[in-house]
C-alpha cells in the first residue's frame, strides 16, 4: 500500500531534550516536505527537500534540522525543544512540487 | 516567496446549501491549485486540483475555477452534506514548492 509513514503519532518531552520524528515513504517520491499545523494558522513550511542530499529552509525553519541521506526518509529533528514548538506536523511527499501531495498522519508533538 | 490568503476562516451552511471558499496568492510562477480536505482527527487528502492553463474543473459537486490575471482561484461545493464538514486548505504552488492558505472551517449543519 502506497503511504506516508511518521512516528511517533504522539510525543510528550520535557525543553531541551532532543527528539527527532521520523517520516518514510514508499512511492519513490523526490520531493519530502514538513508542515507544522497550529489553529488559525494552516500548514506552515518547515523544511522541504526536492531530491536526496538537497533540503531547503521553507517559512518557520528556526529550531529544527532535517537530512535527507536516502530518497525514502525525512527526518525532522529537534536538537533543544521549546514550548512554542508544541504543534501537530505533518510530513508529506509528491514527485514534485507540483503534483497531489501525500501526508502522513500526524505528529502531535508537546513540550513541556 | 509565495503567500496564499484565503477566506472565510470559518463557514456556517445548511445542508444543501452551496459553500465557496476563496484563495488569493501573490506568485505569478505559481502554476498548480490544489485543494485538500482535513476531517477531524486526520491527514489532509487531496480533493481536487487545477492547474494555470485550465479555468475551471469539476468532479462531481465540487468545482474548483481559477482566474490567473487577478491570482484568485476558488473551491465550490454544491448541494453539501453533513459529511462535507471539514477544513478545506487551498495551496499554491511552484515546481519547487509548495505553500497553503490557513485553512477555512466547514460546517455543513443538518
Known amino acids: 500500500e502506497a503511504q506516508v509513514t511518521q512516528n511517533p503519532r504522539y510525543l510528550i518531552t520535557v525543553t531541551g531534550k532532543k527528539l527527532t520524528v521520523t517520516c518514510s515513504q514508499n512511492?519513490?517520491?523526490?520531493?519530502m516536505s514538513w508542515y507544522r499545523q497550529d489553529p488559525g494558522l494552516g500548514l506552515r513550511q518547515i523544511y522541504y527537500s526536492m531530491n536526496v542530499e538537497v533540503t531547503d529552509k521553507g517559512d518557520v525553519p528556526e529550531g529544527y534540522k532535517v537530512s535527507r541521506k536516502e530518497k525514502r526518509n525525512f527526518p525532522l529533528i529537534l536538537e533543544s525543544p521549546s514550548p512554542n514548538q508544541t504543534s501537530l506536523y505533518f510530513c508529506?511527499?509528491?514527485?514534485?512540487?507540483?503534483?497531489?501531495?501525500?501526508f502522513g498522519q500526524g505528529t502531535r508533538l508537546t513540550v513541556v | 516567496g509565495e503567500n496564499v490568503e484565503q477566506h472565510p476562516s470559518t463557514l456556517s451552511v445548511q445542508e444543501g446549501d452551496s459553500a465557496v471558499i476563496k484563495c488569493t496568492y501573490s506568485d505569478s510562477a505559481s502554476n498548480y491549485f490544489p485543494w485538500y480536505k482535513q476531517e477531524l482527527g486526520k491527514r489532509p487528502q487531496l480533493i481536487i486540483d487545477?492547474?494555470?492553463?485550465?479555468g475551471e474543473k469539476k468532479d462531481q459537486r465540487i468545482a474548483v475555477t481559477l482566474n490567473k490575471t487577478a491570482k484568485h482561484f476558488s473551491l465550490h461545493i454544491t448541494e453539501t452534506q453533513p459529511e462535507d464538514s471539514a477544513v478545506y486548505f487551498c495551496a499554491a504552488s511552484r515546481v519547487d514548492d509548495m505553500r497553503f492558505g490557513a485553512g477555512t472551517r466547514l460546517t455543513v449543519k443538518p
Open positions: 512511492m519513490n517520491h523526490e520531493y
Open positions: 508529506a511527499s509528491s514527485f514534485g512540487g507540483r503534483t497531489e501531495a501525500f
Open positions: 487545477i492547474r494555470s492553463n485550465v
